[in-house]
Each structure stands twice: as C-alpha cells, then as structure tokens.
C-alpha cells in the first residue's frame, strides 16, 4: 500500500517545501520512505573579481574524456530554453562529471536556463530523496539517498517510486556567461562550466538537510525529515568531534553548531585527501545562517579561489574557473556511496604499485620512476631515521622520472624517501638504504 504524508521544512541551504510518500512491500517489512523537494536544494550567488583564475580538468579525466571510450556514468539531459552554445558548455560540464564518478543506472537531469533574479547565477538540487532497504554495500540505514546515488547503489531506476527525474538544476537567463570549455574566461564574464559542474555536484550529493529558522529567543536548528537525515549529513561533525546528528533535533543547541563556524568533514576518504596529517576538509558554517549558501559548501578561506578543491565553495567570481571536482570531493562522494572512476582520487596515484625506486640500496643517486602517464610538480626529500630532512628537490615528471642526487656525502644508514604531489597535496614515503 502506498501512505500519503507530508511535511513543511526547508533542506540543506536555501528554502525548501518537502512534500513526501512512503512505498511499503506487501509485508509491510521492508518500507522505502520518499522524499521530494518543490525548489532546488542550494544556490550559487557571484562573488566579486579576484583576477583570473584557472583550474582546469584532471589529467585523467582529460584523458579519458579526449580518448572518446565509454565514461563511467551516463547522464541523460533534458534541456529547456538552452542556447546550443550554452547546450554545449552544460554537455562538456556533463562528460567531466561521468568521467568521474560510476553508475550503472543513467542519471537523469533536468536543466533550465531561467532569469533567477539578482544575485543568482544558478541553483541545483536532487529531486527526490529516498532511504534504502536492501542493504546495499556501504549504505545507511534510516538515511537519505539522492535519487542519483540510491540507483547507483541499488542498481536500479526509480521510477517505481514515481518520476524518473534524478537532479533539477536551473541557470540565469540574465549573466554575462562565458560559454568557453577552455577554463579561462575573461574578467567580465562567469565561466558557465564552473557553475554547471557546482550545480551538479549538489544534485549528486553535496548536500545536506540542516536549516537554522528564526525564532525567539533563541534560533532553531533541524536536520531531520521524518526522524531521518541525509547521507551528507552523517559525515559532518564539529572541531570538537561531536557528530552534528548527536545535538538535540529541533533545538537551539543544533542551530549554534550550524552557526558556529566549525564544522567539518570527517569521511576518511575526504580526509585522506586533503593529506595533513588527519585534518579534517572543513565545510562552510558562517556565524550568520545563509540560506542557499550554508552548511553545504566547502570552507571558502580553507580551499580560496585557485585551489583544486574550491569548485563546492560558496560562491564564484567572473574571470575564475574551476573544471575539476576535487579530489577531496570525490573522496567524500565516495564515502557517501559513489563509485570513483579509476584514477581520479589521489590516493591511487603514489601507491606501492606505482612507484618505483633504484637503487636500492644506492650510492650517489636516486631514481624514482611514476606511473606512465602521471604529469604534474613533485617535490622529493630524503628523510633520516630521526625525522630530519636531508635533502629536498622539486622537479616536474615530464620525463618520468624524479631524481635525488650528490648523496654520496651522507653516512651508510637507513633513510626514508618521501614524494609529494604539489598540486594534490598526495604523497607517499619508502624506505631505502646507503651503502
């Protein structure tokens, strides 16, 4: 049987009318609860000019983008009122996204170019919500799914819970858009692949349910429909560890934790990705609620205009592009559920497998050889057993491989060779001895 509910609350960032249904099986054990928003989930409002910026797609994406095989996720666009130059950006927008994330079931969007009033360049969201019963590898349960990601991990379309639209996403009608897929805009024109990647990335997940509502004499904080939060939601806690699903839900306790400018991710794949030493990714919580804005982006001073994960901040500037989704974003999609496409998380780069060191143990030099194909700034130092750097080279990897040299002053003993992405921060160490 099929019971009709509905529910009056705001999700994630910006206002938001949930009406909703729950599908029971026929036993009645097994009960998908369902929920769909009536406006998008976040807004992306334009920041001011702070020079040009460009950060262009991953090598791998790239790669696999320009070898023109078959991505790892199918994205079916419905678009309406769209230009076919700007029906062009929103497809290029589209490939970096299936070139980075896995799904066996087509993820479909629905985007529209609308006049969204000022200070609106676009807004996204998932169109439904749905909690998972099948116990799928990695899920929750009593815990919100976007609709993209509960058919990723239950294999299956969703049209049985009625409607086959995954993301809403809409886009101004009245900005000055630079339609370019090259990731350099000019200074007076906002990079429309930027923003489409950032919308798409809240339909697919980065997204949660808390709201701060005014009331006297204390504001109100919720994050819970129905007695259930989202995926999003069960990944961030404060600098203190709590989990923000532990404070009181309603209660004023929770919407000064969302005011509190201290709110962090604590996905370990997120936080293997941002390689300091088990800091957390920290998420946007400004002392003054912001809907559309807070809660759900990432820290704008912790990842600034120009870093590879600052594409999920809060806001964007004309004249910057960001045309990678970050591998701490994909890291923490991971954590949620996501598949990754191969190669596209750091954390795959440096491992065991793909690096290479000679000799070992060595007597002037070192070689250290990296995957075919890895091209980016390294930084390599030689590390003895108490900790004290020895050496330290940056070089690029052009040529494939990364040389330590002149070592043959240094003493006959154990030494550590630690090498280091500059761009993703990703490194690895191993050991190697001088004879």
């Given at each position: 049987?099929?019971?009709?509910?509905?529910?009056?609350?705001?999700?994630?960032?910006?206002?938001?009318?949930?009406?909703?249904f729950s599908?029971?099986?026929?036993?009645?054990?097994?009960?998908?609860?369902?929920?769909t928003?009536?406006?998008?989930?976040?807004?992306?409002?334009?920041?001011?000019?702070?020079?040009?910026?460009?950060?262009?797609?991953?090598?791998?994406?790239?790669?696999?983008?320009?070898?023109?095989?078959?991505?790892?996720?199918?994205?079916?666009?419905?678009?309406?009122?769209?230009?076919p130059?700007?029906?062009a950006?929103?497809?290029?927008?589209?490939d970096?996204?299936?070139?980075?994330?896995e799904?066996?079931?087509?993820?479909?969007?629905?985007?529209?170019?609308?006049?969204?009033?000022?200070?609106?360049?676009?807004?996204?969201?998932?169109?439904?919500?749905?909690?998972?019963?099948?116990?799928?590898?990695?899920?929750?349960p009593?815990?919100?799914?976007?609709?993209?990601?509960?058919?990723?991990?239950?294999?299956?379309?969703?049209?049985?819970?009625?409607?086959?639209?995954?993301?809403?996403?809409?886009?101004?009608?009245?900005?000055?858009?630079?339609?370019?897929?090259?990731?350099?805009?000019?200074?007076?024109?906002?990079?429309?692949v930027?923003?489409?990647?950032?919308?798409?990335?809240?339909?697919?997940?980065?997204?949660?349910?808390?709201?701060?509502?005014?009331?006297?004499p204390?504001?109100?904080?919720?994050?819970?429909?129905?007695?259930?939060?989202?995926?999003?939601?069960?990944?961030?806690?404060?600098?203190?560890?709590?989990?923000?699903?532990?404070?009181?839900?309603?209660?004023?306790?929770?919407?000064?934790?969302?005011?509190?400018?201290?709110?962090?991710?604590?996905?370990p794949?997120?936080?293997?990705?941002?390689?300091?030493?088990?800091?957390?990714?920290?998420?946007?919580?400004?002392?003054?609620?912001?809907?559309?804005?807070?809660?759900?982006?990432?820290?704008?001073?912790?990842?600034?205009?120009?870093?590879?994960?600052?594409?999920?901040?809060?806001?964007?500037?004309?004249?910057?592009?960001?045309?990678?989704?970050?591998?701490?974003?994909?890291?923490?999609?991971?954590?949620?559920g996501?598949?990754?496409?191969?190669?596209?998380?750091?954390?795959?780069e440096?491992?065991?497998?793909?690096v290479?060191?000679?000799?070992?143990?060595?007597?002037?030099?070192?070689?250290?050889?990296?995957?075919?194909?890895?091209?980016?700034?390294?930084?390599?130092?030689?590390?003895?057993?108490?900790?004290?750097?020895?050496?330290?080279?940056?070089?690029?990897?052009?040529?494939?491989?990364?040389?330590?040299?002149?070592?043959?002053?240094?003493?006959?003993?154990?030494?550590?060779?630690?090498?280091?992405?500059?761009?993703?921060?990703?490194?690895i160490?191993?050991?190697?001895?001088?004879?």
């Amino acid at each position: 049987m099929i019971k009709i509910t509905s529910i009056s609350k705001r999700l994630c960032c910006a206002l938001v009318i949930f009406s909703g249904f729950s599908l029971f099986a026929q036993d009645n054990i097994n009960e998908v609860h369902v929920h769909t928003p009536s406006r998008p989930a976040c807004v992306l409002p334009p920041g001011e000019f702070t020079g040009l910026i460009s950060v262009p797609r991953a090598p791998e994406t790239a790669a696999r983008m320009e070898a023109g095989g078959s991505p790892c996720a199918t994205f079916v666009v419905s678009y309406n009122g769209f230009t076919p130059e700007a029906q062009a950006a929103f497809q290029y927008a589209v490939d970096i996204w299936a070139n980075s994330i896995e799904s066996p079931v087509p993820i479909n969007v629905n985007a529209q170019f609308t006049s969204l009033g000022a200070g609106v360049l676009g807004s996204a969201g998932a169109a439904t919500f749905l909690t998972i019963t099948s116990g799928a590898p990695g899920s929750q349960p009593n815990t919100f799914y976007p609709a993209a990601l509960w058919e990723k991990l239950e294999g299956e379309d969703r049209s049985m819970f009625g409607g086959s639209n995954d993301i809403n996403a809409n886009f101004s009608s009245d900005t000055n858009w630079y339609f370019g897929t090259d990731a350099n805009p000019p200074a007076g024109q906002f990079d429309f692949v930027s923003v489409v990647l950032h919308e798409l990335g809240h339909g697919l997940g980065f997204a949660g349910f808390a709201n701060v509502e005014d009331s006297f004499p204390d504001d109100i904080g919720d994050i819970r429909f129905n007695g259930a939060a989202s995926i999003y939601d069960a990944f961030i806690e404060n600098g203190a560890g709590d989990a923000i699903l532990s404070f009181p839900d309603p209660s004023a306790a929770l919407a000064a934790q969302l005011v509190g400018n201290d709110l962090y991710c604590n996905g370990p794949t997120a936080i293997a990705q941002l390689n300091q030493g088990g800091t957390l990714p920290r998420t946007f919580a400004p002392t003054s609620w912001q809907p559309g804005s807070s809660y759900s982006h990432w820290n704008n001073s912790t990842f600034p205009n120009g870093d590879v994960n600052s594409l999920m901040t809060s806001s964007i500037g004309p004249g910057q592009a960001n045309h990678n989704p970050g591998f701490i974003t994909l890291g923490f999609f991971q954590d949620m559920g996501w598949s990754i496409c191969a190669g596209a998380l750091s954390v795959e780069e440096l491992t065991v497998e793909n690096v290479s060191i000679s000799p070992n143990p060595f007597v002037d030099s070192i070689d250290i050889t990296l995957k075919e194909g890895n091209v980016s700034d390294y930084s390599v130092s030689l590390i003895d057993i108490n900790g004290r750097f020895v050496n330290t080279v940056k070089q690029d990897n052009n040529n494939g491989t990364l040389t330590l040299s002149n070592l043959n002053n240094l003493d006959t003993a154990l030494y550590f060779v630690k090498i280091t992405n500059e761009i993703t921060g990703n490194s690895i160490t191993k050991k190697v001895v001088k004879n």
